[in-house]
């Protein structure tokens, strides 16, 4: 049985600023009208009010990750004798995500299943994986977007958290859900959390009701394969796609990256660096093809990926936890639930979904 515990409101900062004594701390930060995830300050503006407009990702997979550094070095005897030296030392600190939400501490159960695989490690990501501790606070209220009860989630899913808080006025009832947030836990300014339960709960069944399915057909339901593979469809739906890629870069769950060598004279670094499959580049081959050159391809690898590859090759989990944000901060508001929303529809034929769409285009109301 999960341990329980209170944290008053006036204690938040005495309860962060213990985490901070052995770990980096990450929180929502706001400045100006944006929300991002930064290392915890005493003068840092928290805001648990609303979900950051990034994800909390780069904690655990950084944007720009050194993998090893190299050296070469020239014998001085024999001018075509050179050696290189490699070290991959690293020695990550301990870090805390304190006030993700629980789509995003399930957005880490889905990197799990590729970088820490029966068949290949990536040490990079497991370290920074078992050294992180996530706090997440259970959503109220739906934001524009969400759709969490689609894809298996919910407001107050426990999948991929260390603790769930539940703001319960006065404070945060908090459920440890793992021994590293049995630890949390243990700290001095928490106090018993039982006679908070049930407003907890309650608060929980009724942030799950407010949530809509956009999914007609839930999250289960194969997509409509025929419109799928019509490449007209993925053409009216990207139209308007620019191609910036903030959807993948503020996605929990997008993974892609490039690795490139960084160098100066003999010595160097060589970075992992996240890439996006919405970007023309990302696939262009040496040889000058690209078997994605349009952006309707692209857009159809990503939406497919998440809903028809993943979940083909891991079990039927679906690599989108519906936290809305590509949809919120996408500036020309493409909108991957209601894609998925005809794609898992059997009944959408795809030249009735077409003329609907080219006639609304027409007169506007698209
Ligand atoms: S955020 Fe919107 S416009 Fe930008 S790449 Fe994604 S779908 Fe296209
Ligand atoms: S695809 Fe969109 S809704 Fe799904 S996890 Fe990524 S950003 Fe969130």
Redesign the pocket.
Known sequence: MAKTGFLPKEKIKDFLDALSKDAQVHVPVKEGDIVAFKPYSADAEICLTRPANTSPKAVIYPQCDKLLSFEYTKDPEDNKKTSITLSDKRDYPNAVIFGCRPCDAKGFTIFDKVFVTADYVDPYYREHREKTTIISLACETPFAGCFCVAVDGGPADKVGSDVLMTDVEKGYYLESLTEKGDKVLSLPMIQEGASYQAAAQKIQTEAAAKVKNPLPKGATEKVNPTLFDTDEFWQQVAAK????????YLCPTCYCFNITDEAARDKGERIRTWDAC?FQHFTLETSGHNPRPVKSRR?RQRVGHKFAYYPEKYDGVIACCGCGR?IR????S?DISEIVGYLKDPGQDPKTWIERNTKAAKDGSL
């Open positions: 796609c620019i191609s910036c890629g903030a959807c993948t919405m857009l590509c901060h996408c500036p020309v493409v």
